[in-house]
């Protein structure tokens, strides 16, 4: 059930004190849904705590699912360490070497002489 009221009374302080009512303010054109009060989020977390989100035939289920895949509670993931990685060769400068021992020079190709000119 929820309740919304235009006064601010004793009618919304008898309300705050019981769980599970939300309030619902009135301004203007607008609404406003009050936040739980302390009794409803307390009576909420009892709940949760009482609860048993599991069954305990699913947890056997899971238990055996678990078992055929070969996954144990103790076991470890066995990961591939990564190893260092050398420097990226294209943000790197090439070395600079001697330009005068290094080079070669270049020949001059000569014209090879016509044999039809005789």
């Not at 009892?46 to 989100?53: F, G, T, V, Y």
């Not at 699912?65 to 990961?79: H, I, P, Q, V």
């Not at 600079?96 to 290094?102: A, L, M, N, R, Y």
Request: hydrophobic fraction near 20%.
């Amino acid at each position: 059930a929820v309740v919304s009221t235009q006064s601010t009374g004793e009618l919304i302080q008898e309300l705050r004190e019981q769980a599970g009512i939300p309030l619902m303010y009135i301004s203007g054109c607008t609404l406003f849904l009050e936040s739980p009060s302390y009794q409803s989020r307390g009576d909420a977390e009892e709940k949760l705590k009482n609860q048993d989100l599991l069954s305990e035939f699913e947890k056997e289920t899971i238990k055996q699912l678990k078992a055929e895949r070969g996954e144990g509670e103790d076991k470890k993931l066995n990961r591939k360490r990564k190893r260092p990685k050398g420097p990226n060769p294209l943000s790197c400068k090439k070395k600079k070497s001697d330009s005068t021992e290094t080079k070669k020079k270049k020949k001059k190709k000569t014209p090879k002489p016509d044999n039809d000119a005789e």
